[in-house]
Structure formats: structure tokens, C-alpha cells
């Protein structure tokens, strides 16, 4: 979860909220935290290693509904690969001089590619990488925000100040928009769910995963927030964006700290990308095998054709788009997909798990309201983010319900590759 989403989006947020940007944190947590019941619900009853997809087919049955939600949250996850990528070189750039600053795509691609390498070696290499890598960081960066905050204080937060990008927007509405980038921050949890079939005794620990993850991050995150308003002026903030942490630890530390941000911002990063990459091969791998994408076989003799089919659309996406952008297409990816969740389990599994329906109503409230703040501010600003969500959602629908049609019989069945009562379109 603590990869890109710390080191990159607070200048995102600070561009539309000013010095607001910490406490959109601790919005952004209590919107996930209602988003996380539906994930917790699921995980408990249908622990698998198809996680989000198991929970679309539980929820909608096999076809194009599925299908097409499956394969927003799979676009999501690749985004948010290529946007850790993008994360990782703008970090590993600051050691360089600033005309090396061209390489940043080069650099992006190269982590990538040893991201595969890594991946393809196994999970116990994976585990082992993971689970080393997520001390370094998660130490490190608690250790960069008690630090910063002790040295520089608390932020004198007054929300007096006006960021360009919000001047001709209704007042509050860049603070809803600016939580839908809180919740890009979190939304690495989802990728929790996809490890059901990996680990101990899935019914209770999956949910006990998905809390003790979102609360830790959310103390570091609002921590390292407040260190950063206190050692740079929003500004200075917004200007070094993409690699904020950096730049707020120099004046604060010295060289030495911002050197040290940037060790900890590549460990993260490249152990963010790591768990990514695995839980979405294993995501378009189990779409596969339930023929509602075209069989990864056919693509040729390679060992694991869905990790190389999503490192290769990571790279794409990588060489296309700035950080803003891919972070910006990753949210409304993301919170499309997070409303279906919250319906089919509200609408179609009352029977089958235990839950409290007004919880996913209000998750779904919330992911609408901050969806539609976000849009209004990205069709102000930066129109050609939504153009580009749209044709990637319309090429999503349209490829997936031919592809539904090209295997339903003349009855309408669906032999889907798994075990239904429902192979109904």
C-alpha cells in the first residue's frame, strides 16, 4: 500500500486544497474505511486467490458485468503500477543531476522489467522480497515523520490558501475531488484480497489484513502530511510534486535526509510495484480461466503469459502518461469498479453473508459524490483525462460482451471454465 500514494500524491492534493492536504487523509481514511467493510465481508466468506473477481462473480454471476468491472479493477491495478514506476524515477532522479532528468521513463521501464524478473522467480522470492522491503519502509518513513514533525512542528493548517487549480470551482468541491486521490493512496489494500488461497486460515485473516493495513497507513500517512506542510510552503510543495517528500526532508534533515527519503522511496516503490504486479497477473490469470477474457494460452510458449501481458501494459502506460494523469485515470478506474462492489453485495448477497446493508449504501454515497467532484475538477482543468477513462471503459464493455457472445450457445449458456448455477449473459 505505501508505494506511490505517499511520496507522490500529497502535491497532487496540495494543488487542489492548499494546506488542507493532511486532513483529506483523515477524510480519505474514513471513506476507505466504510469502502474496506464490503472487502472485509467478502474476504470472510469467499477467501480465494481471484479476490475482487470472486467477489464480482459471487455477486453478479459469470458475463459481461463481471467482466467489465473485473477489468477496470485489473486496468486499475496496472495504473497503479505504472504510477509507483513513475514514482520510483522521479525519487532515483533527485541523485542525479538535473539534466538526467529526461531518463525518467527509461528509469520507470527498467523497474518494470526487474519486477518481472522477480515475479516470475516464484512466490516464495516474492514473500521473502515483500515482506523485507515493507519493514524498511514502513519503519523508515514512521521514523521520517516523528522525525519531521519534532524538528519542525505541526502545521499551522488555516485552509486560507487558494491553489490555482480550485480558484474557479465552488467552494469545497476540490476537497471531495482531493479525496478521491486519499483513496488512491489506500486503495492498495483491495490487493490484500487476492491472496486467499496463500495464506493461513483466510475466513478471519483477510478482514484482520485489510483493518491493521489501513490503520497503520493512515497514522503514517496523516504524520507525514503534517511534516511535510511544516517543513515546506505549499508552493514549494506544489512546484516539487513529484517528489515532495524529498524536498521536505531536505531543509528539515539536511542532504543526508533527503537522501535518505530517497533510499526509503525506492525500497517502497519497488516492493509497492512487487505485490502489484503479483496480485494482478493473478487477477487476469483466474479471468482466464474463467473465459471472460480470451484463453492467455494462445499468446505463446511463456511461463506466466498474464505477468508478462500486465508488466507490458504497465510499460505502455508508463511511456504515454505524466504522474498526474495516470494517477487521475487510476481513480475513476478504481471507483467504479469500488460501487459495484458495494451494490452486488448489497444487492444480491443478503442471503449468503452477513452484513449491515446501510454500510455499502454509504460507501456507495460516498465513492459517487467524490467520483463526481473529481470529474467536474479533471473537466475544468484537464479535460483529456476523462476522454481517455471513457474510451477505455467503452473498448472495455464493447471487447467483453462481444467476447461474451463469442462462447454462448443458442440457449444463452455460458460454460464459463468454473463450477455455477448461473451461466447466464
Given at each position: 500500500m505505501i508505494g506511490a500514494g505517499i511520496?507522490?500524491?500529497m502535491g497532487q492534493?496540495?494543488?487542489?486544497?492548499?494546506?488542507?492536504?493532511?486532513?483529506?487523509?483523515?477524510?480519505?481514511?474514513?471513506?476507505v474505511g466504510f469502502s474496506a467493510y464490503s472487502y472485509v465481508k467478502f474476504s470472510n466468506a469467499f477467501p480465494s486467490s481471484?479476490?475482487?473477481?470472486?467477489f464480482l462473480n459471487k455477486s453478479y454471476g459469470p458475463g459481461t458485468t463481471t467482466g467489465v468491472f473485473s477489468l477496470l479493477m485489473y486496468v486499475s491495478m496496472v495504473v497503479s503500477q505504472s504510477l509507483v514506476a513513475g514514482t520510483f524515477a522521479a525519487y532515483t532522479l533527485r541523485l542525479f543531476p538535473e539534466r538526467f532528468a529526461g531518463y525518467a521513463t527509461i528509469l520507470g521501464i527498467l523497474l518494470l522489467v526487474a519486477v518481472y524478473i522477480v515475479n516470475i522467480l516464484g512466490n516464495k522470492v516474492i514473500?521473502?522480497?515483500?515482506?523485507?522491503?515493507?519493514?524498511?519502509?514502513?519503519?523508515?518513513?514512521?521514523?521520517?515523520?516523528?522525525?519531521?514533525?519534532?524538528v519542525s512542528g505541526f502545521a499551522n493548517i488555516t485552509g486560507n490558501y487558494i491553489p490555482k487549480n480550485t480558484e474557479a470551482l465552488p467552494q469545497g468541491v476540490g476537497f471531495v475531488a482531493a479525496l478521491a486521490l486519499a483513496i488512491l493512496a489506500f486503495k492498495g489494500f483491495t490487493t490484500i484480497t487476492n491472496q486467499g488461497g496463500d495464506i493461513k486460515d483466510p475466513h478471519k485473516n483477510l478482514g484482520r489484513s485489510i483493518v491493521s493495513s489501513i490503520v497503520i497507513c493512515t497514522l503514517i500517512y496523516v504524520a507525514?502530511?503534517?511534516?511535510?506542510?511544516?517543513?515546506?510552503?505549499?508552493?514549494?510543495?506544489?512546484?516539487?510534486?513529484?517528489?515532495?517528500?524529498?524536498a521536505a526532508a531536505k531543509p528539515v534533515f539536511g542532504e543526508w535526509g533527503s537522501w535518505i527519503t530517497i533510499a526509503i522511496a525506492i525500497v517502497a516503490t519497488f516492493s509497492g510495484v512487487i505485490a502489484s504486479v503479483f496480485a494482478a497477473s493473478r487477477l487476469l490469470e483466474m479471468l482466464s480461466n474463467m473465459k471472460q477474457v480470451p484463453s492467455l494460452n494462445k499468446i505463446g510458449n511463456f511461463k506466466n503469459p498474464a505477468?508478462?501481458?500486465?508488466?507490458?501494459l504497465a510499460i505502455l502506460l508508463t511511456m504515454l502518461f505524466d504522474l498526474t494523469?495516470?494517477?487521475?485515470?487510476?481513480?475513476?478506474?478504481?471507483?467504479?469498479?469500488?460501487?459495484?462492489?458495494?451494490?452486488?453485495?448489497?444487492?444480491?448477497?443478503?442471503?449468503?453473508?452477513?452484513?449491515?446493508?446501510?454500510?455499502?449504501?454509504?460507501?456507495i454515497i460516498m465513492d459517487a459524490v467524490v467520483l463526481s467532484a473529481f470529474l467536474y475538477v479533471k473537466y475544468i482543468n484537464d479535460p483529456l483525462v476523462i476522454i481517455v477513462a471513457a474510451i477505455g471503459i467503452i473498448l472495455i464493455l464493447i471487447s467483453e460482451r462481444f467476447f461474451m457472445i463469442s462462447h454462448t450457445d443458442d440457449n444463452g449458456n455460458m460454460p464459463m471454465g468454473m463450477e455455477t448455477n448461473n451461466n447466464k449473459t
Open positions: 511520496f507522490v500524491l492534493m496540495a494543488e487542489l486544497v492548499g494546506d488542507l492536504f493532511p486532513i483529506v487523509f483523515i477524510a480519505g481514511a474514513v471513506v481471484g479476490g475482487v473477481v470472486k514473500g521473502t522480497t515483500a515482506t523485507f522491503t515493507a519493514v524498511i519502509k514502513v519503519l523508515g518513513i514512521a521514523l521520517l515523520a516523528i522525525a519531521g514533525l519534532l507525514l502530511a503534517l511534516a511535510v506542510a511544516g517543513g515546506l510552503s505549499i508552493p514549494e510543495i506544489i512546484k516539487a510534486k513529484d517528489y515532495a517528500l524529498a505477468l508478462l501481458f500486465t508488466v507490458s494523469r495516470i494517477a487521475s485515470i487510476g481513480v475513476i478506474f478504481y471507483l467504479i469498479m469500488d460501487i459495484a462492489i458495494h451494490w452486488g453485495l448489497f444487492r444480491h448477497l443478503k442471503k449468503e453473508v452477513d452484513f449491515h446493508p446501510i454500510i455499502p449504501l454509504i460507501a
